[in-house]
């Protein structure tokens, strides 16, 4: 008999499991799904805060322990929005289980760590996905379309940032984010991982070898907000973040994140040159791509700004009607839709742990080239094999 419904399980209630549920909610409405999702139960720290989040959201019961939902019979999919250090041991749990896994990025703290969950997911043979929710843009996923058809040609360049304001303040608190044994990384493996995923997605492009540059603004923050008598805590991660790379084809990149960037909320963007044209993406202005095309009479180029929100464009332009455009929280229901029916007709997902496991490879080298001084090789090139020529 086929499958009717995919029932999941959440682990986290904060920034992540409200994307995550408003996600699970609304993508078998927004989407017409071979099958219905059911909101089984959601687990937390927030004991307290557990039951009002399931009855907003619509989660059907609450686990006050994350072992026991795992475990649980009534549950084909286990959603992991936690902190990475939690990451692995919830993953492996659920695996064993016989669960398929969405787990948010990085997928790991580690690349060994992140290596282990792949090899697991792939043991059991369940389904799996890396939530780097900016490839269900329209925008991206186009810039990544033309890329595939030739209208960039041979890539020269790519250009990544991704900067926001957030703690310009030395006032505000520390947090989990600014803890290395929770976090694993600042900057680099939250927000420039967004830029090597899309880089990767778009251009199609490895990371052959990087140089880094970490640093921490910002060295000491207050143990509680508003409260003196409280003391301050070390910030054991970096808030900048900078490296440039070489790519598989011989093509350069630069990338940078930050959190100190006044002004600067989501600023995450990326810029492909080549020989044949260029795209510009920007997720402050997601439902538009800009690209210029060489091949135009001269009289006639510059960056043509393409509205993205059409039904002939990637995920029909979004759930909504043509030119009204989508919001940050749309792409995880994109994403979840795209998985769930995946999981139902059996077929290969991306981005999943392969790319969760290419993502930290990149982060890792990055920090080992940073605290070394020194390029560090990802992908070695084999002997006598030529830089990549003009498609």
Same mark, same amino acid.
Not at 109 to 133: I, K, T, Y
Not at 239 to 256: I, P, R, Y
Not at 278 to 284: L, P, R, Y
């Given at each position: 008999m086929a499958q009717t419904e995919i029932r999941v399980g959440l682990i986290g209630s904060k920034f992540m499991g409200v994307a995550h549920s408003n996600a699970f909610r609304n993508a078998g409405i927004w989407f017409d799904l071979p099958v219905k999702i059911a909101m089984k139960a959601v687990a937390a720290r927030d004991h307290q805060a557990l039951a009002e989040f399931a009855r907003k959201f619509g989660w059907e019961s609450c686990e006050t322990n994350w072992r026991r939902?795992?475990?649980?019979?009534?549950?084909?999919?286990?959603? =992991?929005?936690?902190?990475?250090?939690?990451? #692995? $041991?919830?993953? /492996?749990? !659920?695996?064993?289980?016989?669960?398929? &896994?969405?787990?948010?990025?990085?997928?790991?703290?580690?690349?060994?760590?992140?290596?282990?969950?792949?090899?697991?997911?792939?043991?059991?043979?369940?389904?799996?996905?890396?939530?780097?929710?900016?490839r269900s843009t329209p925008s991206q996923a186009l810039a990544k379309q033309f890329v595939d058809e030739g209208k960039i040609g041979r890539i020269f360049h790519v250009r990544a940032r991704y900067a926001q304001d957030w703690l310009i303040n030395p006032g505000f608190p520390l947090t989990w984010r600014l803890d290395k044994e929770v976090a694993g990384?600042?900057?680099?493996?939250?927000?420039?991982?967004?830029?090597?995923?899309?880089?990767?997605?778009?251009?199609?492009?490895?990371?052959?070898?990087? =140089?880094?540059?970490?640093?921490?603004?910002? #060295? $000491?923050?207050? /143990?509680? !907000?508003?409260?003196?008598?409280?003391? &301050?805590?070390?910030?054991?991660?970096?808030?900048?973040?900078?490296?440039?790379?070489?790519?598989?084809?011989?093509?350069?990149?630069?990338?940078?994140?930050?959190?100190?960037?006044?002004?600067?909320?989501?600023?995450?963007?990326?810029?492909?040159?080549?020989?044949?044209?260029?795209?510009?993406?920007?997720?402050?202005?997601q439902n538009y791509l800009h690209y210029y095309d060489r091949g135009q009479p001269s009289q006639e180029q510059g960056f043509r700004k393409i509205n993205v929100t059409d039904y002939s464009h990637p995920y029909g332009g979004g759930p909504w009607p043509a030119g009204h455009g989508i919001g940050y929280g749309d792409t995880f229901v994109i994403e979840i839709a795209n998985f769930v029916r995946a999981i139902a007709e059996n077929k290969t997902f991306h981005p999943n742990f392969e790319d969760g496991v290419e993502c930290q490879r990149v982060v890792e080298a990055v920090q080992t080239s940073a605290a070394e001084r020194c390029w560090i090789s990802l992908h070695p090139k084999p002997k006598n094999q030529k830089e990549h020529s003009a498609a």
């Open positions: 939902l795992v475990a649980r019979t009534d549950i084909d999919l286990v959603s =992991v929005a936690t902190p990475g250090n939690l990451h #692995k $041991e919830m993953v /492996l749990e !659920a695996v064993r289980h016989g669960k398929h &896994v969405i787990c948010e990025k990085p997928l790991a703290n580690s690349l060994a760590d992140a290596q282990g969950m792949l090899e697991a997911v792939r043991s059991a043979g369940v389904r799996h996905c890396c939530s780097f929710s900016y990384t600042g900057v680099l493996g939250d927000i420039s991982s967004h830029s090597i995923d899309a880089t990767r997605f778009i251009t199609g492009l490895e990371f052959r070898e990087v =140089v880094g540059n970490l640093k921490t603004m910002i #060295k $000491e923050r207050p /143990l509680k !907000a508003n409260d003196p008598e409280a003391g &301050v805590g070390q910030v054991t991660v970096d808030d900048v973040a900078q490296f440039l790379c070489n790519f598989s084809n011989g093509a350069t990149g630069c990338f940078e994140s930050t959190r100190l960037a006044a002004g600067r909320k989501s600023h995450n963007c990326i810029e492909v040159n080549g020989d044949r044209g260029s795209i510009c993406w920007d997720f402050e202005e």
